[in-house]
């Protein structure tokens, strides 16, 4: 059964930085799309990064470019995103999600939270002084 669970939400001041991670178990074919997404309160959930599983492509919301950065270590199956210079605005919990990457080959599909599969339980992140 196929699993994603995140880790390294928490409370951090406004400039500072937070590493969140992403472990997957149970996938059983070659190539994902891996994203993060936010929901803040009251909100819907937002794309905030998206990293290919076939040739390492990066994708990024406007809101984060240039501050948050996605990566993969295939060996430990993670995905983890850095986030640096971190806005009140950025908080929210935040998910991982994966689905089967030819399912979104469209670019805009890689941004539509209902075009994944999987889904984390979600980690909080609270950016406040």
């Known amino acids: 059964q196929a699993q994603l669970v995140e880790s390294g939400g928490g409370l951090v001041e406004p400039g500072g930085s937070l590493r969140l991670s992403c472990v997957a178990s149970?996938?059983?074919?070659?190539?994902?799309?891996r994203a993060w997404f936010r929901q803040a309160p009251g909100k819907g959930r937002e794309a905030v990064a998206v990293?290919?599983?076939?040739?390492?492509?990066?994708f990024y919301g406007e809101s984060v470019k240039g501050r948050f950065t996605v990566s993969r270590d295939n060996a430990e199956n993670t995905v983890q995103l850095q986030m640096d210079s971190l806005k009140p605005e950025d908080t929210g919990t935040y998910f991982c999600?994966?689905?089967?990457?030819?399912?979104?080959?469209?670019?805009?599909?890689?941004?539509?939270?209902?075009?994944?599969?999987?889904w984390g339980q979600g980690t909080q992140v609270t950016v406040s002084s």
């Open positions: 999600a994966a689905v089967e990457e030819f399912l979104v080959e469209a670019d805009r599909l890689k941004f539509d939270d209902r075009a994944y599969d999987y």
């Open positions: 149970g996938f059983r074919k070659d190539y994902y799309s």
């Open positions: 990293i290919c599983d076939s040739d390492g492509r990066t």
